[in-house]
């Protein structure tokens, strides 16, 4: 993802939610409970709890309205909130990983690049080169 799009794809995510909203207030409310997460982005048995459906429902219609799964969202959510981290904080990459979500260092690493295109190292060099992040400690 472009670093001059990290703060536009919240945005973009309301802007589906709503859309969403008129097809299916089912996935529309799982958009919200993703992208309303400071962190902890819930897992798909507890969003599908909190829609009131069960979990393969939410699978099965997620991915015809939004057009991919739960799952590979939840991980581009984690890895978009990654980013604006790397760019806004001087926090290590390791507590990046924590703090989105990740159980691994190593496994955060390898999705931030396949998403990305880049590891988080080369990601965060690019943004303070940019100037387009102010860094500083949460």
């Not at 709503?18 to 902890?40: C, I, M, Q, Y």
């Not at 979990?55 to 969202?73: M, Q």
């Not at 989105?100 to 690049?113: C, D, I, P, R, V």
Request: proline content about 2%.
């Amino acid at each position: 993802y472009a670093v001059s799009h990290i703060g536009e794809w919240q945005e973009d995510a309301k802007v589906e939610s709503l859309r969403v909203f008129n097809r299916h207030p089912v996935v529309a409310k799982a958009l919200r409970k993703v992208h309303e997460s400071d962190g902890d982005i819930p897992r798909l048995d507890e969003t599908a709890r909190q829609c009131g459906v069960t979990s393969e429902h939410l699978c099965r219609i997620f991915k015809r309205v939004v057009g991919r799964n739960f799952s590979d969202y939840v991980i581009e959510a984690k890895i978009m909130r990654a980013q604006r981290l790397l760019a806004r904080t001087n926090l290590s990459i390791a507590e990046i990983a924590l703090e989105t979500g990740f159980s691994s260092h190593s496994y955060f690493s390898s999705q931030f690049k396949a998403y990305s295109g880049v590891t988080p190292s080369e990601f965060r060099n690019v943004v303070s080169h940019s100037g387009k992040g102010r860094k500083h400690r949460v």
